[in-house]
């Protein structure tokens, strides 16, 4: 049953029950608007607190930047204090160095930069300038400073032997030094640059290219430095048979090799222990002295192995030095633990570090007139072969005693072999496997490798038994692409009539007229690749051989040149993969320099 509901008993009743709900409503939207207004004022604070911690944030990286770019500056003036053996001033730069490069981490400490560092975008550039500045100042406290004390006397000679425990001391220097270096790499490596504003990704790709060029220095040292004390008889003593070529004769590693010592080091002492020339074997033989590879022999033939004048044709300096070996146990018997091979134009470079040395017959050997007078002059002044090969022994008796009393800088002198190694007048072969390791695929070497980038060979050889490769210069024009290969050699004479006219025999040689000179120029194609043509100065030719030889084709072809005169030969190889930025060339190392340009081919 429905009950009604009691209603107001008054008008003072029924006012307030009408009132009510007003009143209650009314609170509440004040409040709302309060927190609003303390909403908008906790923002207004807070943007005004990033804006103030945005331009903190700023100051501090321009003012880690100004330090490292300061720190910069300084670098240089360490370096070359260290390569001049400055110890005080290395020192004195690697201090100021340091005060930099602390002074850039400084502003990246603390509660305000870690914080900044979580911030969207913002942070991940921050993270880099902290890791930046970071690496750097441990680089200069780990490894920078500790190179300063570097003494590179350690590698020069005194009284005709090296110090092997001073090697000791400066292989663990530079153990430490390359350590960090690699700490370096693999800490600014990991550092993600995707994101990352152009000023601060700029500055991880600045460092990580310095590093990773210090690497490349510093790694041949450091595993050269590993291997030396053994190299220079710690362990017991070592044989190095050393052979000078002479360009006056090409053949494809540098010349006719006609002059060869014995160096024996033990614990650091170093000396001549023999003489050999090339009248010291019995030649020509019948039969090669060794088996040879039928490929050599399809584009040099076998008397590459019958007569020592021709070993050196093949351009694989460990297939030469095997045939060497033949001849010397057979005829010499001196145990041999390496090979060496020099050419007087390298020679010349180490004169320029040593100075002149006096020989016996009181001519002054220069850097100047080294060349000259080794591969030329001395024809003229000695017609007994005999008497030539005993001037070339005394003039690389007189350079080796110069070089193992010390003289000169031992930085310079690491570049002047490191230039003669470039230009493939040093090579190297060892029975050592660890050595060889170590100079892996280099020129030194003396090996085209077989892999990495496409890579022509160009290689000349005299045919006139004669010294008048002397006169002749090379220069080389190739290119790489559309699937192509292509070399343009050209061989120059500068051999006048009025010169040719009073030549020497030995010099002129007994099969051509003395103003010819006849050359075999072997071109080799890169790996892979397959001969399509061979011309000279633009007329189809047909070559004196063609072959595979050390994995990649070969071709064979002559040139002649009459007094003054130029001819080109052009080769095209198919099958290869590439441009002109990638291509490689070795070449016969000649007299002069040989001037080389490498390009794209086009169509």
């Given amino acids: 049953m429905h009950q009604e509901q009691p209603g107001p008993r008054t008008r003072r009743e029924a006012r307030t029950l009408t009132e009510a709900p007003a009143v209650e409503t009314r609170p509440p939207r004040r409040r709302r608007h309060w927190i609003w207004i303390a909403l908008v004022i906790a923002l207004i604070l807070l943007l005004t607190a990033a804006v103030v911690a945005a331009v903190q944030l700023y100051e501090r990286a321009m003012t880690t930047r100004s330090h490292l770019e300061a720190a910069m500056a300084e670098v240089s003036t360490v370096q070359e204090s260290i390569l001049s053996q400055d110890t005080a001033a290395a020192s004195e730069a690697a201090a100021r160095l340091a005060e930099e490069t602390s002074a850039a981490v400084s502003p990246t400490q603390g509660r305000l930069w870690a914080v900044g560092e979580w911030v969207p975008w913002i942070g991940s550039n921050l993270t880099a300038v902290r890791e930046v500045a970071e690496v750097t100042d441990s680089l200069v406290a780990e490894a920078v400073t500790p190179a300063t004390q570097l003494d590179l006397s350690a590698l020069t000679p005194s009284g005709g032997r090296i110090d092997v425990a001073a090697l000791g001391g400066l292989s663990s220097l530079v153990d430490g030094v390359v350590a960090e270096v690699d700490r370096a790499g693999a800490r600014i490596g990991a550092i993600h640059t995707d994101g990352l504003i152009d000023e601060v990704a700029s500055g991880v790709a600045r460092l ?27 362990n017991g003593p070592r044989n190095y048979l050393v052979m000078f070529q002479g360009n006056s004769e090409a053949r494809s590693l540098a010349g006719n090799a006609a002059v060869f010592i014995v160096i024996r080091v033990d614990n650091g002492a170093i000396a001549i222990t023999e ?83 006096t020989l016996p017959t009181g001519d002054s050997l220069t850097a100047e007139n080294a060349v000259p007078l080794l591969l030329n002059e001395a024809y003229f002044r000695y017609e007994d072969p005999l008497m030539q090969n005993a001037f070339f022994g005394s003039a690389a008796d007189a350079v080796f005693t110069k070089l193992t009393s010390g003289a000169g800088s031992p930085t310079a002198m690491i570049s002047a072999l490191a230039r003669a190694v470039e230009e493939g007048r040093l090579l190297y072969s060892s029975e050592d496997p660890d050595e060889m390791a170590l100079i892996g695929t ?162």
């Fill in 275 to 357: 003489h050999v020339d090339s009248s010291d074997f019995r030649q020509p033989t019948e039969e090669p002295v060794v088996s040879l590879d039928p490929e050599a022999v399809t584009i040099y033939g076998d008397k590459i192995g019958r007569y020592t004048p021709d070993f050196t044709m093949v351009p694989d300096f460990p297939t030469a030095t095997g045939i060497l070996q033949g001849w010397w146990n057979r005829d010499v018997g001196t145990d041999v633990d390496a090979y060496i091979s020099m050419d007087p134009v390298a020679l010349s470079y180490l004169l320029a570090v040593t100075g002149p040395v």
């Fill in 208 to 234: 990580d290219g310095a590093l990773a060029r210090l690497d490349e220095t510093l790694s041949p040292i450091h595993d050269v430095l590993g291997v030396l004390p053994e190299a220079l008889g710690a």
């Fill in 442 to 603: 280099t020129r030194m070497a003396g090996r085209m490798p077989t892999d990495g980038k496409p890579l022509l060979g160009v290689y000349v050889n005299d045919n006139t038994a004669s010294k008048k490769s002397y006169y002749l210069d090379m220069s080389i024009m190739a290119c790489l692409g559309g699937g192509q290969a292509r070399a343009s050699v050209t061989l120059a004479s500068s051999l006048e009539e009025a010169e040719a006219s009073r030549l020497p025999y030995y010099i002129a040689g007994p099969y051509f007229a003395p103003g010819e000179i006849s050359s075999y120029i072997v071109l080799y194609g890169p790996v892979g690749s397959s001969l399509v043509s061979a011309s000279v100065d633009g007329s189809a030719v047909t070559p004196l051989a063609v072959g595979q030889h050390l994995g990649r084709p070969a071709v064979k072809v002559e040139v002649l040149n009459r007094f003054v005169s130029e001819h080109t030969v052009d080769v095209t190889f198919d099958g290869v993969a590439g441009d002109g930025d990638e291509l490689e060339v070795w070449h016969t190392p000649m007299t002069r320099e040989t001037p080389v340009e490498t390009s794209t081919c086009t169509p």
